[in-house]
């Protein structure tokens, strides 16, 4: 379910059931070069008035909602008592909501206070999705992430001290050939010091028109084939070190194997899974993204 507004709308595949309220439209950074998302739309915050008007739109059609997904790529962006004042509406006119969750970027998250947190958590915040992409510090600037591996850390750790769970997203594939082994280190190790609740490993998806795939096309960005992912994969498993449970999903559309577990309890089971489809994709293969390109 979602409101009829400019532009596409993207969500994370566990809110497929959720209802989509965009309370911002776009991504407030929108430069990242492997992006593909929210560039035919110019960023802005939606005014009170229009958002609490879908509410009630939605609510007389759909009594029955009970999960919100606050889009677009960083609602978090907006102030506090903007969207305090959204979810409590959103309880007044959804009797049976549990649950509402967004995406945040590092840097909105860095700009909330612990009591904002607080009262979003208070409020019914339930999930923030929050994109990693990499740890590696020269590949978050080489793509123009905006943040460092550092800011990244502080940003997943605030979320968690004000028990918002956190599920954090990783690309495999980033760094190209030139940087997977930094990238899979370096990722894993921020992953293990932020210890989130989900961990998500997607797949680089070369999209049509994103500046990464331009660089791909001309030979100045060297993509990884199917053994050089399953490679990476493998090297940030076995290089993550959590010590409470993170629940770890790689079956995106995007990923070749698919992998589902828990760390640490299931570590080894994860990596003798990749071993084995590490033998089924031989190296030295064209590019994984040549084998994607409808996408």
């Not at 923030?128 to 020269?138: C, R």
């Not at 998806?205 to 084939?225: C, K, Q, V």
């Not at 299931?266 to 390109?293: C, H, M, T, V, W």
Request: aromatic share 6%; with cysteine.
């Amino acid at each position: 379910m979602i409101d009829p507004a400019e532009g596409m709308v993207f969500r994370p595949p566990n809110e497929a059931n959720s209802l989509i309220l965009r309370v911002t439209i776009g991504c407030s950074h929108n430069t990242c070069t492997f992006c593909g998302m929210y560039k035919d739309v110019r960023f802005r915050i939606r005014p009170l008035s229009e958002i609490i008007a879908l509410i009630d739109a939605y609510a007389r059609r759909y009594s029955h909602v009970r999960r919100v997904f606050l889009a677009d790529g960083d609602a978090l962006i907006a102030p506090t008592e903007h969207l305090l004042a959204i979810m409590e509406h959103l309880h007044q006119v959804f009797p049976h909501l549990t649950r509402i969750t967004c995406y945040g970027g590092p840097l909105s998250i860095l700009r909330k206070s612990a009591e904002d947190l607080a009262k979003l958590r208070a409020a019914g915040l339930y999930t923030v999705y929050l994109g990693i992409e990499s740890g590696d510090d020269e590949v978050l600037q080489i793509v123009n992430k905006g943040v460092t591996a550092a800011e990244i850390i502080e940003a997943g750790q605030k979320v968690l001290a004000a028990e918002i769970k956190l599920s954090a997203m990783v690309i495999l594939g980033l760094g190209g050939q030139e940087r997977s082994r930094q990238h899979a280190i370096h990722t894993a190790q921020v992953v293990s010091a932020i210890n989130p609740t989900y961990l998500s490993a997607l797949t680089l998806m070369l999209h049509p028109g994103s500046e990464l795939r331009r660089s791909a096309d001309n030979g100045t960005f060297r993509p990884l084939s199917a053994h050089g992912i399953l490679q990476e994969v493998r090297l940030l498993a076995a290089n993550i070190s959590v010590t409470k449970p993170c629940i770890f999903r790689s079956n995106h559309i995007s990923n070749i194997l698919p992998l589902a577990g828990t760390f640490p309890e299931d570590k080894q089971s994860l990596l003798k899974e990749i071993d084995s489809a590490l033998n089924l994709f031989p190296a030295g293969q064209d590019p994984f993204y040549n084998a994607r390109d409808s996408y």
